[in-house]
């Protein structure tokens, strides 16, 4: 049974004529009557009775009725859905963020977006980059900002990428503090509040072992905020985006010989984003 098949018989049952009825959908009266004929066959029984003044239905036809517009009009309204995703004015996309992203504002690219497509609903995920990184894997999300490296790499597309550098931060009074650059051999030893779960944990560790610096771990945190208040409060220094060390309002420095440095990607799961809210989202934010 096709939605045509349907169309055609509701058409002949509204106009009692195989000739009204052809001349609505467009069809000349021998194809409707095929048409007609075929829907027939399948059903296995008659659903007009065709007599020489008018087009009646049958039984069978009466029974059809109500279910074949239903079916129609349910496909107009599915048209429409599409439609309206299409189009944006409605939809959904969600994006995925490390909590230490600073390459761009994006509640604030969020907004923008939201103001030009108000029908679109936003999902954001905050996370670490493997569980961002699967999720776009998984379909769980459109996009994702992650940071550095990781085994995911070869099933993302890269939309965009951009460099981050790091600043060790430190409470007022701290002998390292008021200098513009401190060199990393200079932080071993000192107590430091580690960001855990990160890639940012894992390239600081990195970082020192290379340098052939010791790292003192004394306090661990999983959200900024808290790590930040925990160097205010004098239990050590950490090692953070300089945007956010800039941000915190303590004591903060560059870091030197060697820089620390890590990059920031746009992910996807493939270069043609299938859902039409995700391309819009893309070109906002690297357009």
Same mark, same amino acid.
């Given at each position: +049974?096709?939605?045509?098949? #349907?169309?055609h018989?509701?058409?002949?049952?509204?106009? &009692?004529?195989?000739?009204?009825?052809?001349?609505e959908?467009?069809?000349?009266?021998?194809?409707?009557?095929?048409? %007609?004929?075929?829907?027939?066959?399948?059903?296995?029984?008659?659903?007009?009775?065709?007599?020489?003044?008018? %087009?009646?239905?049958?039984?069978?036809?009466?029974?059809?009725?109500? @279910?074949?517009?239903?079916? /129609?009009?349910?496909?107009?309204?599915?048209?429409?859905? %599409?439609?309206?995703?299409?189009?944006?004015?409605?939809?959904? %996309?969600?994006?995925? /963020?490390?909590?230490?992203? /600073?390459v761009?504002?994006?509640?604030a690219?969020?907004?923008? !977006?939201?103001?030009?497509?108000?029908?679109?609903?936003?999902?954001v995920?905050?996370g *670490? +980059?493997?569980?961002?990184?699967?999720?776009?894997?998984?379909?769980? #999300?459109?996009?994702?900002?992650?940071a550095?490296?990781?085994?995911?790499?070869?099933?993302?597309v890269r939309?965009?990428?951009?460099?981050?550098? +790091?600043?060790?931060?430190?409470h007022?009074g701290?002998?390292?503090?008021?200098?513009?650059?401190?060199?990393?051999?200079?932080? $071993?030893?000192?107590?430091f509040?580690?960001?855990? &779960?990160?890639?940012?944990?894992? +390239?600081?560790?990195?970082? !020192?072992?290379?340098?052939?610096v010791?790292?003192?771990?004394v306090?661990?945190? @999983?959200?900024?905020?808290? #790590? *930040?208040a925990?160097?205010?409060?004098?239990? $050590?220094?950490?090692?953070?985006?300089?945007v956010?060390?800039?941000?915190? &309002?303590?004591?903060?420095?560059?870091l030197?010989e060697?820089?620390?440095?890590?990059?920031?990607?746009?992910?996807?799961?493939?270069?043609e984003? @299938?859902?039409?809210?995700?391309?819009?989202?893309?070109?906002?934010?690297?357009?």
């Amino acid at each position: +049974m096709e939605l045509r098949q #349907l169309e055609h018989f509701l058409a002949v049952a509204r106009h &009692g004529s195989f000739t009204g009825a052809a001349r609505e959908v467009h069809v000349v009266q021998s194809a409707l009557s095929a048409s %007609v004929r075929k829907l027939e066959v399948e059903l296995g029984s008659a659903l007009f009775e065709r007599t020489s003044r008018k %087009v009646l239905l049958t039984e069978a036809g009466r029974a059809l009725l109500p @279910t074949a517009r239903r079916i /129609t009009a349910d496909v107009v309204a599915a048209r429409g859905e %599409v439609a309206a995703v299409q189009g944006l004015s409605r939809g959904r %996309v969600s994006i995925g /963020t490390i909590q230490t992203l /600073t390459v761009l504002d994006l509640p604030a690219e969020l907004g923008e !977006f939201r103001a030009r497509y108000p029908g679109v609903r936003i999902h954001v995920r905050e996370g *670490i +980059m493997p569980d961002l990184a699967n999720a776009v894997v998984a379909g769980e #999300l459109d996009l994702a900002y992650v940071a550095g490296e990781g085994p995911f790499d070869a099933e993302l597309v890269r939309f965009g990428e951009w460099t981050q550098r +790091m600043a060790l931060v430190c409470h007022p009074g701290h002998p390292l503090a008021g200098r513009d650059r401190v060199r990393l051999a200079e932080c $071993g030893d000192e107590p430091f509040v580690e960001f855990l &779960g990160s890639s940012l944990q894992a +390239m600081i560790a990195r970082g !020192f072992a290379d340098a052939g610096v010791r790292l003192n771990r004394v306090c661990e945190a @999983t959200h900024v905020p808290l #790590l *930040i208040a925990l160097v205010a409060a004098g239990l $050590g220094v950490s090692i953070v985006p300089d945007v956010v060390a800039e941000r915190s &309002g303590l004591p903060h420095a560059r870091l030197a010989e060697p820089a620390l440095v890590r990059p920031i990607r746009l992910v996807g799961r493939s270069a043609e984003l @299938t859902n039409p809210a995700a391309r819009a989202l893309l070109a906002h934010l690297v357009g």
